[in-house]
């Protein structure tokens, strides 16, 4: 059974930084494709962030700059590090690998 969870969400005053996890289970993690997503109040769900099984990485334009993803293959774990957050950062972040979602963690930038 395959598990995706997601933790590090909260609210962060703007400029602030949080780190975000996902824990991998039922998976051969160290050869997927891992991603982050997210979903602001009343708009789409968009690709944040990706990291293949080589660790190479892309990132949304708006991120650029701004936001980590890594991995740790011995802990089963993905991470997006984020820093420099606005308010337009805030969603609820999902973490994603072969089609399967986490629940997603709430992120929320404000003052």
């Known amino acids: 059974q395959v598990q995706l969870v997601e933790s590090g969400g909260g609210l962060v005053q703007p400029g602030g930084s949080l780190r975000l996890s996902c824990a991998a289970s039922?998976?051969?993690?160290?050869?997927?494709?891992m991603e982050w997503y997210r979903q602001a109040p009343g708009k789409g769900r968009e690709l944040v962030a990706r990291i293949t099984s080589s660790s190479y990485t892309i990132y949304a334009d708006s991120v650029k700059g701004r936001f980590t993803i890594s991995r740790d293959n011995a802990k089963n774990t993905a991470y997006l590090q984020m820093n420099s957050l606005k308010p337009e950062d805030t969603a609820v972040y999902y973490c994603?690998?072969?089609?399967?979602w986490g629940q997603g963690t709430p992120v929320t930038v404000s003052s």
């Open positions: 039922g998976i051969i993690f160290r050869i997927n494709t």
């Open positions: 994603t690998s072969m089609g399967y």
